[in-house]
């Protein structure tokens, strides 16, 4: 089966040729690929969650989920750091977090009453005082990997053995990040849409503009198209594009919305008589921007007066929920605001939709593999590129243990009959379907 999916995959090395390929289809409909997926890049890359801002005081706190796994990130109240843990009470796996966001310097599970501090550290389990045995100090969270850059983005591994640390994983990104002075913004809004799609189907339009002039006609007109290019660097990828600094022509609200995209609002029926374009001051500013795509599934999206990130949450191989977050210029005008916010998200609903409609036809089997340009499709070649690299590497391991292997797995609190009684698990497991085959099946 080894070689079966080394041949799948065709990731060419050199961008030069006009043969470059995608990863197959079958990357994009597969649940069991979608699984691997999870744990050989989700489980153990460094991935975006939220900016610091957030966080005004001790305790503050936000509850996520990625790929299944539910965790939250808090801010301590001892040195106002902030840190992340497995929503996971130690005592029977209840959430300890039931809210999206909230603010408690003491964290009680709604169980069985055992509680904690904003370090993670068991506060309080009722009646196990005189528990022979039973230490306090062995029960903390599960605690998960956490940096924060010096401007204020908060990242999450949920890797339980070694990693690269964060300037080796994204090796270059920090001094790129100073660019854009992110104290002077402040938290807007955010929205979320939910997609039936392939995560991967939405990156592979957010690492390319070869669909803005047909697909955006608002981003292509705020922007220089032709000078669009993307960069890669390590596992992230820096975006570049001159802004247009004149006026440029709005189409008017009226344009139907399947036909021809409006800039703001996210189109209306025909009347009688159509609008003419009129001009307008461009959202985007007057700073070319710094764009930045984070290896696997986030973006950083920073103009002149707003500055936005997006979230990929993979839910399974064919549905995938999208959650931007939204930060304006401190001070600026609610108009102004509002301008930017209609401009994003009609940019944005124009991805969807493409996303949808492409997402149905992966999965009808007629399509296998397409042509990328080596230059307009570089983006894409690159994080393709790395997706087969760690999905095979990680298939490799798998092979030669014989068994899953889930990088996020914690071994703590393990004795020797749950090792016991987890080797029958994995036993079973093996087996598949037939109760009288023994060995491994893969």
């Known amino acids: 089966m080894a070689s079966a999916v080394a041949a799948s995959v065709e990731v060419v090395e050199n961008a030069a040729t006009a043969s470059h390929h995608t990863l197959p289809s079958s990357w994009w409909k597969s649940e069991k690929i979608f699984e691997i997926e999870k744990r050989a890049i989700f489980n153990q890359s460094w991935m975006y969650c939220t900016h610091a801002s957030r966080f005004k005081k001790a305790g503050d706190y936000y509850s996520f989920t990625v790929v299944g796994i539910n965790f939250f990130i808090i801010k301590t109240k001892g040195e106002g750091n902030l840190k992340a843990f497995h929503n996971v009470c130690r005592h029977r796996a209840y959430p300890v977090i039931r809210k999206e966001k909230g603010s408690s310097t003491i964290l009680g599970c709604k169980y069985h009453g055992w509680s904690y501090n904003t370090e993670g550290k068991l506060n309080k389990a009722p009646q196990f005082d005189d528990v022979e045995g039973f230490k306090k100090e062995d029960n903390s969270l599960f605690e998960i990997k956490t940096h924060v850059t010096p401007e204020g983005l908060v990242f999450v591994n949920f890797s339980a053995g070694e990693v690269p640390s ?19 913004y402040e938290y807007h809004m955010s929205y979320e849409l939910d997609g039936q799609f392939n995560w991967k189907t939405l990156m592979d339009g957010y690492q390319e503009c070869y669909h803005c002039p047909t697909a955006h ?59 003419k374009p009129e001009k ?32 990929v949450l993979p839910q399974s191989a064919t549905r995938t929920i999208l959650q931007y977050d939204i930060y304006t210029k401190k001070g600026l005008a609610e108009e102004k605001k509002k301008e930017f916010v209609d401009f994003l998200q009609l940019v944005e609903i124009e991805d969807f939709n493409l996303c949808q409609l492409t997402q149905k036809n992966l999965n009808q089997g007629i399509y296998s593999t397409g042509v990328l340009h080596p230059t307009k499709e570089n983006g894409v070649l690159f994080y393709q590129k790395e997706v087969a690299k760690m999905v095979k590497e990680h298939f490799a391991k798998e092979q030669e243990a014989g068994h899953l292997i889930n990088p996020a797995s914690l071994d703590t609190g ?21 109760p009288e085959t023994t060995g491994l099946q893969w």
């Open 166 to 184: 964060f300037d080796e994983w994204f090796d270059g990104l920090s001094g790129e990040l100073k660019e854009y002075d992110f104290e002077d």
């Open 217 to 275: 006609p608002g981003l292509n007109a705020a922007f220089k198209m032709e000078t669009y290019k993307v960069a890669p660097r390590t596992r992230y990828c820096r975006h570049y594009a001159q802004i247009v600094k004149e006026d440029i022509e709005i189409e008017a609200d009226d344009k139907d919305a399947d036909e021809e995209s409006s800039w703001f609002g996210f189109g209306k029926k025909k009347t009688a008589v159509e609008s």
């Open 280 to 311: 307008k001051k461009n959202p985007g500013g007057d700073f070319d921007g710094l764009w930045v795509y984070l290896y696997p599934n986030n973006g950083v999206n920073c103009y002149s007066d707003c500055w936005y990130s997006i979230r």
């Open 414 to 434: 393990r004795t020797k009959e749950s090792d016991e009684l987890e080797g029958i698990c994995k036993s079973l497991e093996c087996q598949g379907n037939n």
